[in-house]
């Protein structure tokens, strides 16, 4: 089936899903529930979270049904709330994971000192290994810095691989706009990189 034919039977089954009719609105979700569960897969890295995420998308879909206008394609709207909830988990995750790196911090005795020695493998491997993590974790930490729409248009663009024309069907931006903010995104990674191979010439 033709993404046009698929477009036209998605707005019928729109129309009649606004209209009340349950059945057409499910067969709405069985028709879309795999790509919005991809996409959530893909930018949270969680089985158990893109299903959560598909979950919430569709019931977001549902409660808002009579607010879609049908300006975009029915799929880029839902992924549009998918992007949305799996943007908002990955905050709601970083937030956590730093409150938890916080609690598995180093114990200080009474007297400030540490209160046992960390054991360090200091073998070459564990050596590359470290620095692997160390890179992941700045280039991380760079994505996370990046204001919401930028990093909305990486992950879509660099992680999803979504073409520009499916990210403005997402997004609701304009393709130019949506380069210049990825654009800017990977030059603000980039940055982030020089800074890391930087450090480490500075420390040799």
């Known amino acids: 089936m033709s993404d046009e034919a698929v477009r036209e039977e998605d707005r019928q089954l729109l129309a009649r899903a606004q209209d009340g009719d349950v059945s057409a609105f499910e067969a709405l979700v069985d028709a879309h529930r795999d790509k919005v569960y991809g996409l959530a897969l893909r930018m949270t890295r969680s089985e158990a979270d893109a299903a959560e995420i598909t979950q919430d998308t569709f019931l977001s879909a549902y409660q808002h049904l009579r607010d879609f206008r049908g300006d975009a394609a029915f799929g880029s709207w839902v992924h549009r709330i998918a992007a949305n909830h799996a943007l908002m988990r990955l905050r709601h995750r970083r937030v956590a994971q730093a409150a938890e790196q916080e609690l598995q911090g180093p114990e200080f005795t ?15 491997d564990a050596e590359e290994k470290a620095l692997d993590a160390e890179l992941g974790s700045a280039i991380q930490q760079a994505s996370d810095r990046l204001p919401e729409g930028y990093r909305e248009v990486f992950l879509l663009k660099d992680v999803e691989g979504l073409s520009y024309e499916q990210i ?5 931006d304009s393709i130019p706009a949506i380069k210049s903010r990825l ?3 990977r030059l603000a990674l980039r940055e982030a990189i020089d800074a890391f191979y930087n450090r480490d010439s500075r420390e040799l």
Do not use: F, I, K, M
């Open 110 to 124: 009474e007297r400030g000192s540490l209160a046992e020695y960390p054991q360090t493998d200091w073998s070459r």
């Open 168 to 172: 403005a069907e997402v997004t609701g």
């Open 183 to 185: 654009h800017r995104a």
